[in-house]
């Protein structure tokens, strides 16, 4: 009997356990959603991918994107941002023609992209921008590093200067083109943040936005060169079947080590999206300009971002459901309504409300003095979703609180008197009053002084002393 009432003990813990472990799994399940299936349901066929809209910042979607991984030729990105930079600080010009020295070949192997160019050869600054940027030719990037900074070693130092001033903690660059080298790395949000920075630039958009482009004669090439687009978005030039008409740049890039990978940028409308794809594979099977999920992915990333998300208004002015603060000495009222000052909005998924956000107050204290003017900061609200913070505005007094004299004269006095050297002087003054009434009571009924005295009663008087005598 007694191992029967054991057995069902145990049998009843490991049901408990058993229903407590799938409740906690359940819940553990739940909190590591986004909140919003657009979110969760979207993943990117490639190693590495993030989704950004330039002009704030904001992070529609990221797979990996601080991992460590191979740009192959988005790398060339760089070198133009500093070639337009030098550009931009006078010390070249775009229609400078430059000569290809002898460094024109360091780093670069085999069936490496090129323009062709040859060493000797004497071509423009925004030729080799073109020739760079739009059949990726890797020659044109150490052209480039010798006009600007007289060495390809010391302009990867550059690189890697920029870089860092960009805040791409994830890079370092090895050499100028992005053929493959075991210490040259980046991730996929460093490439967003390069890209932001080279759209910056008006002859940098007019180049990665370009489907062709001819190289003019030179010395050593006597007729035009067209060069055409690597980019499948812009260009059905190398592969066919994945133009994007919003798509506006950027770069591609493929080694063996990368995978292919595709920085790629679309306006839509009065919206603007950078999006990054790394380590993608052909699909298997495919031929011909089939199965490039690199072009496939970017374009569905783009048009998911465009459809799925919208700027909404989290937080400003008109929202009510503020505590208000206490008001003291004021005329009318003992308490102040705060609204927030500014404005919160951010690009979200078109499945989360406002209405969903939470929203937590900070106070500067518990109560004000008065008086208070309209606008005076007197606290903080913070919006935030599934534990991530979208900002943070001032709370203000919404009205003036005028300051009550009689209450303000009351206050003063009590003030004053509640001080401690008051309160000392006080009672100083109060064991003085209460010493000589004592000393009254006590000693007040007798006189002082000698009794009688000396008195003058008048009349003359003569002086009946002897003469004395000489």
């Given amino acids: 009997m007694k191992k029967s009432r054991l057995l069902s003990l145990f049998l009843s813990l490991v049901l408990i356990t058993g229903l407590l472990t799938t409740f906690a799994a359940a819940s553990s399940g739940d909190s590591t959603g986004s909140g919003s299936a657009i979110l969760d349901e979207m993943d990117v066929d490639a190693k590495a991918a993030v989704l950004v809209d330039p002009n704030t910042n904001e992070v529609l979607y990221e797979k990996n994107a601080h991992d460590k991984m191979y740009p192959a030729s988005i790398t060339k990105v760089m070198t133009c941002l500093l070639t337009l930079e030098a550009v931009d600080a006078g010390k070249l010009t775009l229609d400078q023609v430059i000569t290809a020295g002898a460094s024109i070949h360091t780093g670069i192997g085999e069936n490496a992209s090129t323009a062709d160019i040859k060493e000797g050869e004497q071509i423009r600054v925004i030729d080799l921008l073109y020739a760079a940027l739009i059949p990726s030719a890797n020659e044109a990037c150490n052209v480039m590093a010798e006009a600007v900074s ?25 050499n100028t083109h992005g053929y493959h080298d075991d210490n040259h790395y980046t991730s996929a949000y460093d490439i967003y943040l390069m890209c932001q920075e080279a759209m910056k630039h008006e002859t940098f958009r007019a180049i990665v936005s370009s489907k062709s482009y001819d190289l003019p004669a030179t010395n050593l090439h006597t007729e035009p060169r067209t060069v055409h687009s690597t980019n499948a978005l812009i260009s059905n030039w190398n592969v066919t079947g994945y133009l994007y008409s919003y798509a506006t740049g950027i770069k591609t890039g493929h080694t063996p080590e990368a995978g292919y990978c595709l920085a790629a940028s679309a306006t839509k409308e009065d919206r603007s999206l950078i999006s990054v794809v790394m380590g993608c594979e052909r699909e298997p099977g495919t031929s011909g300009s089939d199965g490039f999920t690199y072009f496939s992915e970017s374009k569905r990333l783009l048009e998911w971002g465009f459809n799925n998300f919208s700027t909404q208004t989290i937080l400003d002015s008109t929202k009510r459901d503020i505590p208000e603060i206490a008001v003291t000495l004021g005329k009318n009222t003992n308490y102040v309504t705060l609204e927030p000052q500014g404005e919160i909005s951010a690009l979200l998924p078109n499945d989360i409300s406002t209405e969903d956000f939470t929203f937590t107050y900070t106070r500067n204290a518990d109560s004000v ?27 203000v007094a919404s009205i003036d609180v005028e300051v009550d004299q009689l209450l303000y004269y009351v206050d003063r006095i009590q003030k004053f008197f509640s001080q401690l050297w008051v309160k000392i002087v006080l009672a100083a003054a109060l064991v003085g009053i209460v010493a000589l009434i004592l000393r009254r009571v006590l000693f007040g009924g007798r006189r002082g002084g000698r009794r009688g005295g000396y008195s003058y009663s008048g009349g003359s008087s003569r002086y009946s002393g002897r003469r004395r005598r000489r």
Avoid: C, W
């Avoid at 900061?377 to 900002?391: D, P």
């Fill in 150 to 174: 007289g060495d390809v070693a010391s302009f990867v130092e550059l690189m890697n200067q920029r870089a860092a001033e960009l805040g791409m903690s994830d890079t370092h660059f090895a």
């Fill in 369 to 395: 003095e008065a008086p208070v003017e309209k606008g005076q900061v007197l606290g903080t609200i913070t919006a935030s979703f599934n534990g991530k913070e979208y900002g943070s505005l001032p709370l």
